[in-house]
């Protein structure tokens, strides 16, 4: 129950496309939806993060979609470059956790010219 | 801008060995975290800290695991007795606490512990 499950596992996109990763969760108590993206050799760092009370998050290129009754939010990264190619985790957490992250199996994105 | 120090960055040690970790969180952070990630695996929670004892910890955070702050600004985590299974990157993370309900949870950059 605890689980946050995460697609694909990898995903190419050209330069200039749209990147789309999608989570599901299952825990009704998760009320917080952080996005983290990793580089090669340095830790997590927060993209961008969600509270379900809306359904979308916009900043820059990056945007969440988030469905509370399906369970399942996204990431959608807008005119895909090159610097954006790591990998991509999602995340959730529950103000009865003391807000312990569970995160997603991650996304290694890659975007080609 | 301010960040979560880790120290080592790579460290290689013999199976039964005792390790410590050390990490530096950001100086007015209250809140600290452990997480480990097993080469191309998921980021996995280990322990939370909070007012000088562990408010959780996971079933991988077993007895051979331990946490301190031994001083205002470590953070530190033991191996007692390293298994194979131990190799992983280990993360320090913090957040501020009592400003807002959720909080940007800052990540350092990991030891790398190689167990042979």
């Known amino acids: 129950q605890q689980q946050v499950k995460q697609s694909p596992q990898s995903l190419i996109v050209q330069k200039g496309g749209i990147s789309i990763i999608n989570c599901a969760y299952e825990?009704?108590?998760?009320?917080?939806f952080p996005w983290y993206q990793q580089f090669p050799g340095k830790g997590p760092a927060l993209l961008i993060a969600?509270?379900?009370?809306?359904s979308e998050k916009k900043e820059g290129r990056f945007t969440i979609s988030f469905n509370k009754s399906a369970k399942q939010f996204s990431l959608h990264i807008m005119d895909s470059q090159p610097g954006d190619s790591a990998t991509y985790f999602c995340?959730?957490?529950?103000?009865?956790?003391?807000?312990?992250?569970?995160f997603g199996t991650g996304t290694r994105l890659t975007i080609i010219p | 801008e301010p960040e979560v120090t880790q120290t080592p960055s790579h460290q290689v040690t013999q199976m039964g060995q005792e390790v410590i970790l050390r990490c530096v969180p950001i100086?007015?952070?209250?809140?600290f975290y452990w997480y480990r990630q097993i080469l191309g695996q998921k980021v996995e929670f280990l322990v939370s800290?909070?007012?000088?004892?562990?408010?959780?910890k996971s079933e991988i955070f077993d007895d051979q695991f331990s946490v301190e702050r031994p001083d205002g600004s470590n953070f530190t985590l033991k191996i007692r007795s390293t298994k194979l299974e131990d190799s992983a990157m280990y993360f320090c993370?913090?957040?501020?606490?009592?400003?807002?309900?959720?909080?940007?949870?800052?990540f350092g950059p990991g030891t790398r512990l190689l167990v042979l």
């Open positions: 825990n009704t108590a998760f009320d917080y």
């Open positions: 100086s007015n952070h209250l809140y």
């Open positions: 800290f909070y007012n000088n004892e562990i408010s959780e």
């Open positions: 969600i509270r379900p009370d809306v």
């Open positions: 995340a959730a957490a529950s103000n009865f956790g003391n807000e312990k992250l569970t």
């Open positions: 993370a913090s957040i501020r606490a009592g400003q807002a309900p959720w909080e940007t949870q800052y």
